[in-house]
């Protein structure tokens, strides 16, 4: 056998003993014929045997030779192989190796060697018909998880879904939204400090008010209602009137455990099956909607209780009328009335007509959209469709439209089409802009210059129903304008000789604006569902304590005029990142420039890439921090040598009132934890070991973003050094060298 | 002696008519313009009825209504509400303050001579 095999120790034993009992035998033996024997015998047997003694012990020498080698044989063949058989046996059972067995030995270890290898295939067989369930399970809840999250973010309702602690799992974009509507500091952190995964629902909403809905539901589901759901309106701090619809979440219950070995199930271990896990709010801001009902009803009780006087009067005035016994005086007096009311009604009529006009017409599914938007449609399809050439396409950047698009979209293709087959019109040009005549009205116009259409003409094209190559519509232009409140005509600049169609459409307000900027402006499908969460426990030990996989970080940096915070340099910029669960959550950001109120050393502009251009009318720093201080509540900090940031948060503190007094930690010195090795640990030098790609560095949000994955990579190997806390965290840092480094 | 009416009402035009009436049936007519001076009137006039309008300045219908009733002297005042305010609640309402009859405006006039001799009967 090549293989060198270490002998077993029995086998040296069982030797020994057979040396040992040979030994003893054959002196026996001597003994026993020496004591049958006389002295003189003995000693002439003594005389003849004693020089043939080397021969004895030489023929012993032989035979323990033989012992060995057949005792070894015998191991070889029955003891070693079980015992290997055994060793390897273990490996296959305490490991996840999977290899044969070799069959050696006598034939019952081989046929032991056959069993062992037929379990192992047996076990392994299992063992991926498992794994293939699993994945395929792990597939479906994927699916599952991103269809409802496609499903939500395609909501135009609001939908936040909480766990009991009323923290937040799951949210859509209109939700984001709504809630930066919402955020009475809607310039700065943009509504963020409101919602993000993990945060509390009731910065937004009374705690009580959410709890008594809470317990309507429980009542209801424990009643057995089939939709046990409440309602509520609230108005919240920005005076916004909001109707909220809470559905519960069940948890999951306990599959019936049947009787497992011996495990003592009692069955109050088994979840109760009306177990909440958490709650789904749907949100609507009725505010437009409240406001347009209060209109309505005024509208209709102007109209009704408002004419009841004057008809009262008349009816009254006409019923003296009849009496025969009437002075000409006094007759007169009484139809002067009836004149008097009938005008007055008439007036009432007039202005209640035009109001409701407006009112009623808000039915239609109007849409806020940015004109821009409209117009670059408009300009692709006139060009694509109609082959006209666009000359020009103005439109006011900020002007935003309630308008039903396709409709619009349609009577500009067939106004240009007409323009283009009856009078050989090659060019026009789109142009929008807010309308002088009334603050709530935009002027869009399709310009075209050359022929001189006729009043006549420009009517039967308004009201023909509108037809583009073969799509036709049942609508006309006249209809598409009325169903916007809008007005329909043709003017023309002799000048310039320029003629164009003037839509007079509705604008829609401030607030819309806002609600759909940030809607276009975020197209795609963020990751917005953290479901882990559930499992999130009330935060109530000290967070020294709590393991970092468990907290939220704010991680954040700040781009600065210079590096003296104490002799007047200022911040330029911050961005903050949140990180929860070990993911960084790229939608949840905070991104602002501030004006540091002192000149920006040229020298530095190069670094940082902000000029005193870019600073002007921005906010300054005590605008600044209190909404990165609510950006940041309740988490973390974390950022690339934290020292030098915090220097100049707390700098301001006293100006501002607000203290940053969450925990710090710095990626710096975590680096210097983890890697104690290496010689650098600047930013670049570490995003470079952890192939973390670099871009934007040297702005605030993108070196944020840097630190954020770069410390999103540093905690599994913080884990592996036995760093798992909060507080064993700053303990390492702060005994490592850099530590001592202070600005 | 004939009885003592009292209308109440801001607007002209229907005061009016409702005096050419009133006085036609024979009644003693008074007139206030709005809720103050219809109180002070019905202190001192102590008329028999009061034909009252609800919305009116100063005080309202409603308002009136409830000061007369909390006089123990005026108990015997009768309160004919005619207002333009025509929904349920309304007229609960009036009803609830005290008003004895309860009129939404149009009217007939027919229906309110007749009421008002109905309540001035009643009285006695």
Redesign the interface.
């Known amino acids: 056998m090549a293989r060198h095999q270490p002998t077993d120790k029995r086998l040296l034993w069982l030797l020994a003993v057979a040396a040992l009992v040979s030994i003893v035998w054959l002196l026996f033996t001597l003994w026993l014929i020496a004591a049958t024997l006389t002295p003189p015998d003995r000693a002439t047997v003594w005389a003849l045997v004693g020089p043939s003694l080397l021969l004895v012990s030489l023929t012993w020498g032989a035979g323990m030779g033989a012992i060995a080698w057949g005792l070894k044989r015998w191991f070889g063949h029955w003891v070693t192989p079980s015992v290997q058989l055994a060793e390897e046996a273990q490996v296959l059972l305490r490991t996840d190796v999977v290899r044969e067995l070799r069959p050696k030995g006598n034939v019952e270890t081989k046929e032991l060697a056959k069993l062992f290898n037929q379990l192992v295939a047996q076990r392994e067989e299992l063992r991926h018909q498992m794994q293939d369930k699993v994945r395929a399970a792990a597939r479906d809840i994927e699916q599952e998880k991103s269809r409802l999250a496609a499903l939500m973010s395609e909501l135009t309702q609001s939908v936040v879904v909480c766990n009991l602690d009323g923290r937040i799992l799951l949210y859509n974009n209109r939700a984001r939204t709504q809630f930066r509507a919402l955020s009475q500091s809607p310039r700065l952190a943009d509504g963020a400090e409101l919602i993000g995964l993990g945060r509390s629902i009731y910065t937004v909403f009374d705690r009580k008010l959410v709890a008594h809905a809470l317990e309507s539901v429980q009542q209801r589901l424990q009643r057995g209602v089939a939709q046990p759901t409440a309602q509520f309106v609230t108005s919240t701090r920005a005076g916004q009137l909001l109707r909220v619809q809470m559905t519960p979440v069940r948890s999951v219950a306990e599959p019936d455990a049947a009787p497992v070995l011996g495990a003592a199930l009692e069955p109050a271990t088994q979840a109760p099956p009306l177990q909440l896990a958490g709650f789904v709010l749907m949100l609507d801001n009725i505010t437009r909607e409240f406001e347009a009902e209060a209109v309505r009803e005024r509208l209709v009780l102007g109209l ?3 004419s ?2 004057a ?7 006409i ?2 009328l009849d ?1 025969p ?1 009437l002075e000409p005086a ?1 007759r007169e ?2 139809l002067a ?1 009836v004149r ?2 009938v005008q007055a009604l008439s007036e009432r009529v007039q202005r209640s007509s035009s109001q409701a006009a407006e009112v009623f017409q808000s039915r239609w599914p109007l849409e806020d959209m940015l004109g821009t938007d409209l117009l670059s449609a408009a300009g692709r399809r006139i060009e694509e469709t109609l082959g006209l050439a666009l000359n020009q396409s103005e439109a006011d950047p900020n002007l935003w439209l309630r308008i039903e698009s396709f409709s619009i979209l349609q009577a500009l293709l067939f106004l240009s089409a007409r323009l283009r087959d009856e009078f050989a019109i090659r060019h026009v040009s789109l142009r929008l802009r807010p309308s002088g005549q009334g603050v709530d009205k935009a002027e869009l116009d399709l310009i075209w210059s050359g022929a001189t259409l006729s009043t006549e003409t420009v009517m039967s094209w308004e009201i023909d129903p509108m037809r583009i190559g073969s799509e036709a519509s049942a609508l006309t232009v006249r209809e598409v304008v009325d169903r916007h409140g809008g007005a329909f005509w043709l003017e023309r600049d002799r000048a310039s000789n320029q003629a164009w169609f003037r839509f007079l459409l509705p604008a829609a307000t401030a607030q819309e604006q806002l609600d759909n900027a940030t809607f276009v402006h975020h197209p795609s499908r963020p990751e917005y569902y953290d479901f882990d969460l559930f499992r999130v426990s009330p935060r109530s030990q000290a967070l020294d304590e709590v393991p970092l996989a468990d907290l939220s970080f704010t991680v954040f940096d700040t781009e600065t005029t210079g590096l003296n915070p104490a002799e007047g340099d200022e911040i330029i910029q911050i961005g903050a990142v949140r990180v929860l669960n070990g993911k960084l959550l790229r939608q949840e950001v905070f991104d602002q420039l501030v004006d540091p109120k002192r000149e920006i050393p040229p020298e530095s502009i190069p670094i940082h890439g902000i000029t005193p251009e870019m600073v002007q009318g921005q906010p300054g720093i005590l605008e600044v921090l209190p909404a990165l201080h609510a950006f940041a509540a309740d988490t973390v900090l974390v950022a690339h040598n934290a020292a030098f940031d915090m220097r100049f948060l707390q700098l301001k503190e006293r100006q501002t009132g607000l203290a940053f007094e969450q925990p710090v930690l710095d990626t710096l010195l975590l680096s210097a934890v983890v890697h104690p090795g290496q010689d650098s640990h600047r930013l670049e030098a570490i995003a470079e070991r952890f192939n973390v790609t670099v871009i934007g560095r040297h702005t605030a949000l993108g070196d944020a973003m840097v630190t954020a994955e770069v410390f999103v990579r540093l905690l599994p190997l913080l884990a592996e050094k036995g760093i798992h806390t909060l507080g064993q965290a700053r303990g390492a840092a702060q005994r490592t060298y850099f530590a001592r480094i202070q600005y | 002696m004939n009885p003592t009416l009292l209308i109440v009402d801001d607007e002209p035009n229907i005061l009016l008519s409702l005096e050419f009436l009133m006085k036609r049936e024979g009644y003693q007519v008074h007139l206030a313009r709005d809720g103050v001076e219809a109180l002070e009137a019905i202190a001192a006039l102590r008329p028999d009825l009061v034909l009252l309008d609800v919305m009116m300045p100063r005080k309202t219908g409603f308002e009136v209504c409830q000061e007369v009733r909390a006089d123990e002297a005026l108990k015997a005042t009768r309160i004919l509400m005619l207002t333009a305010k025509g929904r349920d609640t309304d007229v609960a309402k009036g009803l609830a303050l005290g008003a004895d009859a309860y009129m939404t405006k149009p009217f007939s006039t027919k229906e309110l001579v007749e009421k008002v001799r109905q309540m001035l009967l009643s009285n006695r």
Request: no cysteine.
């Open positions: 009704t209780e408002g009841r006087a008809l009262a009067n008349m009816r009254a005035a019923e003296m009496y016994d006094l007096r009484f009335v008097d009311e």
